[in-house]
């Protein structure tokens, strides 16, 4: 038989599932993960939740800035919901199977949320420069209409640059095993299972993130460099430290988002053993849209204010019904 038949035969035995190994080597450990995942999964959506409601019901919340992270704790959401649910009925059940189109459908929205998160950060980058550095054209140049065009602009580009990604991984066949050593369809192992799979899959994979994962940071970093330059030239200690504060919330979710994300991919290398790249992803799935409502909630002042003043509109409604 040649090569080519070989491959061809395994290609036919493929099974019509894939089978997600994740955590099935920890036997009896697996329902301590399931409570564990369980409470973290609901942290996260209560708590991007939270931030979303907030800043709906407070006037004061409405500005750019808040309009951009109201999308991206959306994001969030969804990005940890199309993973932790599968997580966790896989985490009690025997049979740790998930259809092709299943698998296709997590992948493509995971791809979806990532890449827009990431066009979202480069957006509330240029908020807080123009912020900073353009002060009083700052109503003018972030309209209403233009926090929508840009908000609109990062959702369809994780649109159809995931659709893209997704239709181009799962149009190929798929060849040998289809064991997963993965909790999820995580897209850099599914690929290795291709029938096909060479450089050029490595290719398009590489040129994809730096398009539009590393594309998105460069503007980043030069928004910050426009807003590290106007800061320097403020005069007195505490305007600088006033004016840089209003970037520490951004600039520690960018910093977390991107630090979890590019130190997953640098490890997560075709040399990494299946038994350690689910643990890899682990950082980013897991403590990224956990922390960021936390980042907010903890380190803005607005939201503090905003906060109280519902607590206290709730209190006061209360005692008025009394």
Not at 208 to 214: I, T
Not at 220 to 249: D, M, N, P, Q, W
């Amino acid at each position: 038989m040649t090569n080519l038949e070989s491959r061809s035969a395994e290609n036919q035995t493929f099974s019509d599932h894939f089978i997600l190994v994740g955590f099935s080597y920890l036997n009896k450990l697996q329902i301590l993960l399931f409570l564990v995942f369980s409470v973290i999964y609901l942290f996260t959506v209560m708590g991007n939740l939270f931030i979303i409601l907030l800043i709906k019901v407070n006037s004061s919340l409405q500005t750019p800035m808040y309009f951009f992270v109201v999308n991206l704790s959306f994001s969030e959401m969804c990005y940890t919901t199309s993973v932790f649910p599968q997580l966790l009925i896989h985490l009690v059940v025997e049979e740790k199977t998930i259809s092709i189109a299943g698998c296709a459908a997590q992948m493509y929205i995971y791809f979806i949320m990532g890449l827009t998160a990431c066009c979202l950060l480069a957006a509330m980058a240029y908020d807080r420069y123009v912020a900073i550095c353009h002060p009083l054209h700052y109503t003018t140049i972030l309209s209403g209409r233009t926090c929508v065009q840009l908000a609109g602009a990062s959702w369809m580009i994780g649109i159809l640059v995931a659709g893209a990604q997704t239709t181009l991984l799962f149009s190929q066949p798929f060849c040998g095993s289809n064991r997963v050593h993965h909790y999820y369809c995580d897209s850099q192992t599914v690929e290795k299972m291709l029938c096909n799979y060479s450089w050029k899959n490595v290719l398009v994979s590489l040129c994809m993130m730096v398009l539009f994962v590393m594309g998105p940071f460069l503007l980043i970093i030069l928004s910050y460099i426009g807003i590290i330059s106007t800061i320097l030239k403020v005069s007195s200690v505490e305007g600088r430290h006033k004016a840089f504060s209003t970037c520490s919330s951004h600039l520690a979710v960018v910093t977390l988002i991107y630090g979890t994300g590019l130190l997953g991919n640098l490890i997560h290398t075709p040399s990494s053993t299946s038994d350690n790249s689910h643990l890899i992803s682990l950082p980013y799935m897991v403590l990224t849209p956990m922390l960021n409502p936390i980042i907010y909630a903890l380190r803005n002042k607005d939201v503090h204010g905003a906060f109280r003043n519902t607590i206290g509109k709730v209190i006061f409604s209360h005692k008025r019904r009394c």
